[in-house]
């Protein structure tokens, strides 16, 4: 990337908030209707204490949610690859659970998961465990006929197969998969937060969304929502290094091209 | 080592690939099959590896049993690595299937790809290697088990002529050193020509041997600028004309 398209965004940005704080000052809006960016990060340093402990309760059922959903979602997808009898039984199931809205779903499983943080885990696993199964299946589908051949010729045993071959090539598929799920992992302990909330919990930074709405504090709601965004951006930023360096590490590695045949 | 009895196969779709073959193939012979697209040859390949059953006829081999796990080497059109594993543990990969340790072979894995010419490459992934070194390294993944038969389907196609000519040097004195017997599948004439003592020509749809001419080139001395081996690509070439449909 160019010097000029790295910063492009940053630039992009600031200029963006100056607009904003400008003409929130200039057309002199409420606060309670529009904050400006000040007055955002002013509401954020006053409640920082509360806010940084809900973005842990958040995290905690996104990092739960993700890690059951990268378990669940590659079992799934191996039991697919295994045998064509358990593929024709989970594929239409797990459709159905990717197109079911989890709002819609989330106050059945709050009802029947009596622990709360156990509940809103199983809602963000629902939502984000779709992304992991279908590209690790996809990859373990994609393993190159040749090399499949090779394996049989060599007398290699189904575990050998899947260890040595289908496995290892379908690793960039799953972690592309992870990384999706890891945003929505994110989304899904968010919304099982808020359908919590009906019932009586307030952790979370659902719970510090929700409670600033009553209270018209504005500010404070929007720090809460700029914090979450960036815990998005944070933790796409982390599974995308993560990958990076599995990859390095077990995938193809440099493409440095020698010389000579 | 092996001989065919009117082996047919065709495919669901009506296809006939294979019709009625008969052929032998002798210790220690280099086989060239050669034929244009869709003729079989692959499909021919892939019976002798055991991918493979024949709808009709059969295979007998030596001793009567069929060849078992490691005891056939296959080299495909593309090299088709692990990417993920370096030169060493491609060429380790037969030996590991069989349950033995990259430690316990990693001095003969060596010395094998050094005999191919990469020595200095063994902790190279394929994506650094160049397309002629990648055949190599499947090259040597196929002898490493010492197979009794070496399969080769048009392994050559895709290098450079350049490349594809040090590879066929090198693939002759490997095999003349080793004693190996190897079938070849090519569509190229000269290819044939100048690897094989023997060239099965093939004809198309059916899958049938129309011709099979034993090679009279001489062991040792320039193969390429012989006048023999002018006259055996052209005898190779007069044979395709008079036996291919129009």
């Known amino acids: 990337m160019r010097r000029a398209e790295r910063w492009a965004p940053i630039v992009f940005g600031v200029a963006a908030l100056a607009l904003w704080q400008g003409l929130v000052i200039g057309l002199r809006v409420k606060p309670y209707v529009l904050p400006g960016p000040a007055a955002i990060v002013i509401a954020f340093w006053a409640d920082r204490a509360s806010l940084l402990l809900s973005l842990v309760s958040t995290l905690a059922v996104t990092g739960a949610a993700l890690l059951a959903a990268a378990l669940l979602g590659m079992a799934l997808a191996m039991a697919m690859a295994a045998s064509r009898l358990a593929r024709a039984a989970i594929q239409p199931w797990a459709v159905v659970l990717q197109v079911t809205p989890v709002v819609a779903i989330a106050p059945l499983i709050i009802i029947w998961v009596h622990q709360q943080f156990a509940a809103m885990v199983v809602c963000a696993t629902i939502v984000a465990f779709f992304p992991v199964l279908s590209n690790t299946a996809a990859g373990l589908a994609a393993t190159p006929p040749e090399l499949a051949d090779l394996f049989r010729l060599n007398g290699a045993s189904r575990w050998q197969t899947l260890a040595l071959l289908r496995l290892p090539s379908a690793l960039p598929f799953f972690l592309a998969g992870l990384r999706i799920a890891g945003t929505l992992a994110l989304v899904g302990a968010v919304v099982a937060e808020f359908v919590a909330s009906s019932g009586g919990f307030a952790g979370g930074l659902a719970g510090r969304i929700l409670e600033a709405g009553y209270r018209l504090e504005i500010p404070r709601m929007f720090a809460a929502l700029t914090l979450l965004a960036l815990t998005g951006i944070g933790i796409y930023a982390a599974l995308g290094a993560f990958e990076r360096t599995m990859l390095r590490r077990f995938g193809a590695g440099g493409r440095d091209a020698r010389e000579g045949t | ?246």
Not at chain 2, 37 to 50: D, H, I, V
Not at chain 2, 62 to 88: H, K, N
Not at chain 2, 107 to 114: F, I, N
Request: hydrophobic residues 50%.
């Open chain 2, 1 to 246: 080592m092996v001989r065919l009895e009117q082996v047919t196969r065709q495919f669901g779709t009506g296809i006939v690939a294979l019709a009625g073959i008969d052929a032998e193939i002798g210790r220690g012979e280099f086989v060239a099959l050669l034929g244009p697209s869709g003729c079989g040859k692959s499909t021919l390949l892939r019976l002798l590896a055991g991918l493979d059953a024949p709808d009709a006829g059969r295979l007998a081999w030596d001793g009567g049993a069929a060849p078992g796990a490691g005891e056939i080497g296959f080299v495909f059109q593309d090299a088709t690595l692990l990417p993920w594993a370096s030169a060493a543990r491609n060429v380790h990969l037969p030996l590991r299937l069989a349950g033995q340790h990259f430690e316990e072979d990693a001095a003969s894995v060596h010395a094998l790809l050094a005999r191919l010419g990469l020595a200095g490459f063994e902790d190279a992934k394929p994506a650094a290697l160049s397309g002629g070194m990648r055949m190599r390294v499947a090259i040597a993944r196929a002898l490493v088990s010492r197979p009794r038969l070496l399969l080769m389907d048009e392994p050559f196609a895709a290098l450079d002529e350049f490349t594809r000519n040090r590879l066929q040097d090198d693939l002759l004195a490997l095999w003349r050193e080793t004693g190996s017997t190897i079938v070849f599948v090519t569509h190229s004439i000269y290819e044939a020509a100048y690897l094989a003592t023997r060239i099965v020509v093939m004809t198309p749809r059916p899958g049938r041997i129309a011709a099979e001419i034993a090679s009279p080139l001489a062991e040792g001395g320039d193969r390429r600028t012989d006048p023999a081996y002018a006259a055996l690509v052209r005898e190779v070439t007069e044979t395709l004309r008079a036996v291919m449909p129009a």
